[in-house]
């Protein structure tokens, strides 16, 4: 009886076992430490400053907050995270490339934050608008942004100074205020050796073909309409066009000479980055001379066209609270680790002692005005400037689709934005317009 007994009580213990591994295992684990994922911009030395300042939290706010973080990096972060959700194993919270909120909101794997906004009767006037957008879907906020990142153009000073020393008549500012000021100076750095081979570039006609995204924004537009399709027939695009082919009528590109390796070595004069790139720089490039320039304003003819502003494509990340597959699994357990994960988020994106902690080790704009004019900010040359354009900055649109079509457009057509080889050689601007809105518009279709 006893022996029957026991094989009962463990048979009973075993199917528990086995039910409570699929739902309860999360449960277990999540005493303890906040756990935070992160990946994309934030491996490598990035990941390790990111860790430095969590751990810098640890130590000043741990005991106001009650409890401690503990960052996960993942290289395939969003792999990670689908496989974690259908297991109930996914973190507290998420640092989040912005512009991919709108696809998680839509596929339901995001909290709202509007109710937890509202009961703490949290004012987001003072964040940067576009980042609150690019976090909000549906009329819902599913994050909360803490950084700020703008695309712009890094500009080696010491090519400037030696093309003004050598045309003291002639000269050109560091930082170029209109699309033609950028051609211009992109002619002036340019250099040959005795052989007349290219020894310096002034601004990749290649890099050039990639980033269609960050004019359209210095002029106030956008790849998509607000009707969320193609919106390329524009005065916008078209000068973008007309930019690129008189950079490629120049004959300046060489082979090689387009990345920041090059710009390093003093092979390429001007690069586009985004604020980001600073940080690398800062690193690997710790004697050089350069800095960092808000992108110039759409002109034509060097009219400023209307829409026009200093600044172009602004990305950054944020918090975000992933939710379990199962609505089981959203239990009083998982809601108490929800109000942890927001308690942390409100304070770091809040809290301009932490803002500004975030930029000294970071090295990127915190989200939140009010740290703009502080020391940290004003006395770094990049940090300065991104707060100069970051509230005239354009986001990516918060279209569900959008992060899909922009990796399919972005291949499919770098050789149509830099009018060069294929099908679209010898096109006309009007040409290439009717064929990247119509592929557009069906990827896009695809996509819905």
Known sequence: MKKRLLALLCSVALVGTVACAAGCARDMSREGDLIIWAGGQWLGEAAQNMEEFFNYVNDNYGDELGFKVKAEFKPSLEIDLNTSMT?????????????????????????????????????????????I???????????????????????????????????????????????????????????????????CVGLSATEVGQRYATFLASAGTSQIGDDGMANFDTPAFNGYLNFTRDLRELEIDRSGYNDQNAFMNGNLAIIFGSGYRGNYFKTNFPSGNYIYAPFPKFDIGGVVQEGAQFGGLLG??????????????????????????????KLVATNTELNQKWAEICGSLPANRATWDSDVIQNSQILKAIASCADTSQARP???????????????????????????????????ISIITTETNELINTLK
């Open 87 to 131: 297991s109930n194993d996914q973190p507290d919270l998420l640092v989040w490339d912005r512009y991919q909120t709108a696809s998680m909101a839509h596929d339901d794997k995001f909290i709202s934050l509007d109710d937890l906004v509202e009961r703490d009767n949290l004012d987001l006037s003072g964040f940067n608008q576009e980042a």
């Open 133 to 199: 957008a690019e976090m909000t879907y549906d009329g819902k906020l599913y994050g909360f942004p803490f950084d700020l990142d703008v695309w712009g153009l890094f500009i080696n000073t010491d090519k400037v100074d030696a093309y003004n020393d050598a045309y003291p008549d002639d000269p050109i500012e560091y930082a170029p205020e209109t699309w033609s000021d950028l051609l211009d100076m992109a002619e002036k750095l340019s250099a040959r050796d005795s052989s007349g081979n290219i020894s």
């Open 316 to 345: 950054g990340f944020g918090f975000a609270i992933p939710k379990p597959v199962e609505e089981s699994w959203r239990n009083d357990a998982w809601n108490e680790r929800v109000d942890m994960a927001w308690e942390f988020a």
């Open 398 to 432: 918060a279209l569900h689709y959008f992060p899909l079509l922009d990796q399919q457009t972005i291949v499919k057509n770098t050789q149509m934005f830099a009018s060069i080889g294929g099908k679209y050689n010898n096109k006309t601007n009007e040409e290439m």
